[in-house]
Structures are given as structure tokens and as C-alpha cells.
């Protein structure tokens, strides 16, 4: 039965990774539902996550795969129960509509939505929050003439207390 899993990839920086990693999913023919790229809480460290559909056998195939590649240092995989995740929506509209009392004002205030600059032209307004939380505001704030909308990837925390630096400390100990 497939699931929504959250992979944690950790990696040293390093040209053509992202590429060599997303290759493993598609040569499974596995969708990735949403991919992020950063620094992570070591320096020297990026940390790639990717959200994906799949059995539970499948996850555990392509973690074994990823942690093959060289320059990646550890990968794990957790269910949506154990991670704290947020995704982060820009919303787009004319600024007519900001100003117009209503509708608009009554959404920001509903949703917590931050504006993060109004020019003559239009309002962009930023939300964090869920997939489900950002579609709804997407589908309230239509009518008002969305101009453009874009919406990151998943950022992703683990609930797990077992972090990067104790993986690496054990390998480095024969632990694992």
C-alpha cells in the first residue's frame, strides 16, 4: 500500500548531486510530489527533501540506493506522523481588490496571511502552512483576480531525536 514519505537526504555540496539523486526516482518511474534544497544544521552539509507516494518496500529500496552515491552522507525516510512539515505559498492580486473593504481583508484576517509588499499594481501576500491550509486560501483568493501563484516544496523536521551528528558519530564508532 503506498504512503506519503518524507526523505532526508544529507550531502556534501557538490556539483550534479541533485541530478544523480532525482535519476534514482525516475528510473523507478517514482513521482516526486515536492523537493527541497538547503543548508542544514552542519556546516559543509545540505540536506535535500523529498516527498514521495510509494509502498514501504519502495522507500526502503531507493534510501539503500541514495546512500550508495558517494558524497551523500545519510538518508532516512519517516511517515507524515513523524515529521513537522510546512510548505510556503506567494499570492499575487491586484491591489483594487486589497483596497476594496470585504472579501480580501476578511481572508488575511482569517488566515494569518502576511503582506509583504503593495505596489500600485498589485499585493503580494505570503502564507505558511499545509498543503490543504495553502489550496483553500488559493481557492478563496481566486475570485479576486490572482495574478500569479507559486508555492515552495516541503521543509521538514524530524520528530525522531536522533540527529545527523549522532549517525555520523556512530559510523565513525563502528556502530552501524
Same mark, same amino acid.
Given at each position: 500500500?503506498?504512503?506519503?514519505?518524507?526523505?532526508?537526504?544529507?550531502?556534501?555540496?557538490?556539483?550534479?548531486? @541533485?541530478?544523480?539523486?532525482?535519476?534514482?526516482?525516475?528510473?523507478?518511474?517514482?513521482?516526486?510530489?515536492?523537493?527541497?534544497? *538547503?543548508? *542544514?544544521?552542519?556546516? !559543509?552539509?545540505?540536506?535535500?527533501?523529498?516527498?514521495?507516494?510509494?509502498?514501504?518496500?519502495?522507500?526502503? $529500496?531507493?534510501?539503500?540506493?541514495?546512500? %550508495?552515491?558517494? +558524497?551523500? @552522507? =545519510?538518508?532516512?525516510?519517516?511517515?507524515?506522523?513523524?515529521?513537522?512539515?510546512?510548505?510556503?505559498?506567494?499570492?499575487?492580486?491586484?491591489? +483594487?481588490?486589497?483596497?476594496?473593504? !470585504?472579501?480580501?481583508?476578511?481572508?488575511?484576517?482569517?488566515?494569518?496571511?502576511?503582506?509583504?509588499?503593495?505596489? $500600485?499594481?498589485?499585493?503580494?501576500?505570503?502564507?505558511?502552512?499545509?498543503?490543504? +491550509?495553502? %489550496?483553500?486560501?488559493?481557492?478563496?483568493? =481566486?475570485?479576486?483576480?490572482?495574478?500569479?501563484?507559486?508555492?515552495?516544496?516541503?521543509?521538514?523536521?524530524? %520528530?525522531?531525536? =536522533?540527529?545527523?551528528?549522532?549517525?555520523?558519530?556512530?559510523? =565513525?564508532?563502528?556502530?552501524?
Amino acid at each position: 500500500m503506498n504512503q506519503t514519505y518524507n526523505i532526508s537526504i544529507f550531502t556534501e555540496n557538490t556539483v550534479g548531486m @541533485l541530478n544523480r539523486i532525482t535519476i534514482i526516482f525516475t528510473r523507478r518511474h517514482i513521482n516526486i510530489e515536492s523537493i527541497t534544497a *538547503s543548508q *542544514s544544521e552542519m556546516d !559543509g552539509v545540505h540536506r535535500y527533501t523529498i516527498v514521495v507516494n510509494i509502498s514501504h518496500e519502495l522507500v526502503q $529500496k531507493v534510501v539503500a540506493q541514495i546512500e %550508495k552515491q558517494v +558524497e551523500v @552522507l =545519510k538518508a532516512f525516510y519517516h511517515t507524515d506522523d513523524e515529521v513537522v512539515y510546512q510548505e510556503i505559498a506567494l499570492f499575487k492580486i491586484p491591489t +483594487e481588490y486589497f483596497i476594496q473593504e !470585504g472579501g480580501v481583508e476578511r481572508t488575511i484576517r482569517a488566515h494569518h496571511i502576511r503582506v509583504l509588499t503593495m505596489e $500600485k499594481e498589485f499585493v503580494v501576500l505570503e502564507k505558511t502552512g499545509r498543503p490543504e +491550509e495553502l %489550496k483553500l486560501l488559493f481557492n478563496e483568493l =481566486k475570485p479576486y483576480g490572482l495574478l500569479e501563484f507559486v508555492r515552495s516544496g516541503r521543509v521538514a523536521i524530524t %520528530k525522531p531525536m =536522533k540527529t545527523l551528528v549522532d549517525h555520523i558519530s556512530d559510523l =565513525k564508532a563502528g556502530i552501524l
